[in-house]
């Protein structure tokens, strides 16, 4: 079974930055692609960022340019470098692990004030 522990949300001034982490633990296929969503309240689950276990990556326009997504392969392990954050980029963020379908994580709290 799959597992996805998340790490690193939290409050922060608007301006600020934060790293989320997520690792990953159970059977996983060295092939799979890994990213983060979220979701504000009232709104649908929206793609932030995917990285592929090769190194390619897929930013949401809203974060492009503020936001870098990582991953380390030998721990499983992917984050979210998020700076010049907004108070728009308040929402809950959900790890995702996708291969042979998808798995989540319980999502981080992320909160910027204004």
């Known amino acids: 079974q799959v597992q996805l522990v998340e790490s690193g949300g939290g409050l922060v001034q608007a301006g600020g930055s934060l790293r989320l982490s997520c690792a990953a633990s159970?059977?996983?296929?060295?092939?799979?692609?890994m990213g983060w969503y979220r979701q504000a309240p009232g709104k649908q689950r929206e793609l932030v960022a995917a990285?592929?276990?090769?190194?390619?990556?897929n930013y949401a326009d809203s974060v492009k340019g503020r936001f870098t997504i990582s991953r380390d392969n030998a721990k499983n392990t992917v984050y979210l470098q998020m700076d010049s954050l907004k108070p728009e980029d308040t929402a809950v963020y959900y790890c995702?692990?996708?291969?042979?379908?998808?798995?989540w994580g319980q999502g981080t709290q992320v909160t910027v004030s204004s």
């Open positions: 159970g059977i996983i296929f060295r092939i799979n692609t």
């Open positions: 990285i592929t276990s090769g190194g390619s990556t």
């Open positions: 995702n692990l996708h291969v042979l379908g998808d798995y």
